[in-house]
């Protein structure tokens, strides 16, 4: 018999504080009653009605159980499932370069009710999330054995939070968002042409009477606010390219050579301020994010000569290192040969999505011909970036763009005719549209532009760039349901998964509502014609 779940939604857990420490077990809790009204109560600390209340069939009954991975590994087995391997890849958690986190969990029926063993209290995280998004869709859960895991340890989403200031509580409900779908990472765009929205102490004026940007105090409690849901924040400011808003606030750090363009602005590392600041930033963000990498851009330095470029990335990855962090950095930075062993390079510039200088030409007047060849130079070279990774050994967080950036039109309508015509205002209008489903079988570690080149996928993360996004319920309707999809991806990688993800899109509907992305897309894909299913 399936376990019943009353109106009320209870599950009550045995030992759930001391299993999962204070902070995370509060913040899960919190998580479960926003996205999908489920009361989580520990057994231990609650009173005896309570717990006759769930024996009674009012709740379901959890046992938690932290095991060591081989005895995980027979339990498995000994419960006659498949066995789930450990994670693979990199993990950005606090520590972790050590002791890498074990999400995997196993669920099988016992006298109390459902006995819940893990490795880590990750994997306890990650089973009661799985629990709550069954009562979401169906108000109960299923008795069944099961046992699962992800395939890489880094599972995230990039989001630009310059385009669109997003507030504090909006990065918040991101975070929730993407801990709800078992997201490992919350990769935060903080810098780039048009503004710095981290407030640095070490340079205020960077931020001084910008109402829009993160104060440190902001920025310290998204740490814990993510950390307490199982996501790891790694911050991301953008060098030594795309710092016209920095230049604009710090005038001492202008070079001697004018850029050829405001827009392609960028940090010349002869000068001694310049110098200071990339050091002295780099290494504040290093100390203020508590997890094990910090990503220092390095893209699109269009015009920028290649031997400025490469030193100012050094330098920036210098600092990192003396912070006792690990560099990232987009794929253009092979290009510096600054990155070894261990590092990590984002790849996002798929072979069909390389810039058409051709069309550019011709749809810009002539005062615009001399930046169209800068562009076209620098993504001239982009084929022979992941390679020069695999050479330098240099692991691959694969983001290929023509797969997982979100800010693109959808490629079908919507059952709800109001959609469309936002539909048409959102999305970089130089993008193919493509369907909700269009990424259903993209398989990270085997994304071909990395793998062909001998490279290894040791990370992945879907991105979502902001630059016609004007509201927290824009971005959610161009993250939903789209980044449900990879975020299955990017958990399953090449295992097969149940045929049903259309349902189980649909299922989760209410708990994206609940977290207040309310228009999330009514894609004609998943909801079909039939208007009285929104």
Known sequence: ???????????????????????????????????????????????????????????????????PAAAWEAAVEASALEPVPAPEGIDPRPGAAGSPCDERYLIVPCEAGLRIAAVDPEGMQRALVSVAREIVASG?????????????SWRGLSLDAVRHAFSADDIARVIDLIAWHDLSVLHLHLTDVQDW???????????????????????????????????????EIDLPGHVAAALARVPELAGADPAPHPMLAYLDPRVPAVRAFIADVVAELARRSPGGYVHIGGDEAFGMPEGLYAEAVALAVAAVR???????????????????PGDVLQAWISPGDAFDAEAARQEHPPEAQPLIELVAACFAQAPFDVPRAAQAGVGILASPQSTVYLDRRYAEASVDPEQNERAARLG????????????AGWVPTATPEVVDAGATVVAAEAALWCETVTSLDDAGFLLLPRLAVLAERMWADGRTVPGDLGARLRGQA??????????????TALWGHDESAR
Do not use: I, N
């Open 322 to 340: 003396r912070a006792e962090k690990t560099p990232v950095a987009w794929q253009e930075g092979a290009r510096s040969e600054a990155f070894v």
């Open 140 to 152: 109960q859960v299923s008795p069944r054995a099961r046992a699962d895991g992800p395939a890489l």
């Open 1 to 67: 018999m399936t376990p019943r779940v009353d109106a009320g939604r209870l599950l009550l857990v045995e030992g759930l504080f001391d299993t999962m420490g204070e902070a995370r077990a509060a913040g899960l809790a919190d998580l479960l009653a926003r996205a999908g009204q489920v009361t989580l109560l520990d057994a231990v600390r609650h009173d005896r009605s309570t717990v006759a209340a769930a024996a009674a069939g009012d709740g379901v009954r959890l046992v938690l159980d932290l095991l």
């Open 428 to 439: 970089f209008p130089s993008y193919e549209p493509e369907g909700v489903l269009a990424a």
């Open 197 to 235: 929205r981290l407030e640095m102490e070490c340079e205020p004026r960077l931020t001084l009477a910008d109402a829009s940007a993160l104060s440190v105090a902001d920025y310290d409690a998204l740490v814990a606010h993510a950390a307490a849901r199982g996501v790891t924040l790694v911050p």
């Open 510 to 523: 209410p708990a994206w509502e609940a977290l207040g992305f309310t228009d999330h897309y009514r894609s």
